[in-house]
T-cell receptor
Framework: DSGVTQTPKHLITATGQRVTLRCSPR?????VYWYQQSLDQGLQFLIQYYNGEERAKGNILERFSAQQFPDLHSELNLSSLELGDSALYFCASSVDPGMGNTIYFGEGSWLTVV | GENVGLHLPTLSVQEGDNSIINCAYS??????FIWYKQESGKGPQFIID?????DKRQGQRVTVLLNKTVKHLSLQIAATQPGDSAVYFCAENGNAGNMLTFGGGTRLMVKP
């Protein structure tokens, strides 16, 4: 158990809908990351937050957004969902965003868009 | 763009043998490398890391080797066990932050 908690574990929704994935980082970790894992793209970095502020952006679509709240939990919002958005979405956390700080991953939220 | 890649998608080894999983990276600015293990239905699990000022680092039954000259990274698992069966990813960090670029993954299958 990495200490990173993600909900829901599984989610099935229709195209055009909007979903919210939730993440609680490990106790004491201030930095949260979101990654997408799909069969054809592998693990792709989406976005990073540190202590409530956006820190870095990766390959995140404009239809997707995220935030980190004062209690450090984070949410990833996916809107206008398309079939191609079906993937595993991982949240990860580290103590701070400095390079070399171990990044611990949650178990993921499996999103299926039908 | 630059990326991290793996030579072999699947590696099959006999239980008790040593395993070697390889990874090539192309970003010469990468300064930090990590190996993750991902079991079916689970998230990536940190195994071992190494910084670019080192060429070898050992953990419990695992060793990571870094050859910066040829931009090559390898993970050695000693006395491979059935519980080692998983997909192994190398990841690199070549930026000022802590964002990881992952390779495509290698599936390790351990035969009893």
């Amino acid at each position: 158990d990495s200490g990173v908690t993600q909900t829901p574990k599984h989610l099935i929704t229709a195209t055009g809908q909007r979903v919210t994935l939730r993440c609680s980082p490990r106790s004491g970790d201030l930095s949260v990351y979101w990654y997408q894992q799909s069969l054809d793209q592998g693990l792709q970095f989406l976005i990073q937050y540190y202590n409530g502020e956006e820190r870095a952006k990766g390959n995140i679509l404009e239809r997707f957004s995220a935030q980190q709240f004062p209690d450090l939990h984070s949410e990833l919002n996916l809107s206008s969902l398309e079939l191609g958005d079906s993937a595993l979405y991982f949240c990860a956390s580290s103590v701070d965003p400095g390079m070399g700080n171990t990044i611990y991953f949650g178990e993921g939220s499996w999103l299926t868009v039908v | 763009g630059e990326n991290v890649g793996l030579h072999l998608p699947t590696l099959s080894v006999q239980e008790g043998d040593n395993s070697i999983i390889n990874c090539a990276y192309s970003n010469s600015a990468s300064d930090y490398f990590i190996w993750y293990k991902q079991e079916s239905g689970k998230g990536p699990q940190f195994i071992i890391d190494i910084r670019s000022n080192m060429d070898k680092r050992q953990g419990q039954r695992v060793t990571v080797l870094l050859n910066k000259t040829v931009k090559h990274l390898s993970l050695q698992i000693a006395a491979t066990q059935p519980g080692d069966s998983a997909v192994y990813f190398c990841a690199e960090n070549g930026n000022a932050g802590n964002m990881l670029t992952f390779g495509g993954g290698t599936r390790l299958m351990v035969k009893p």
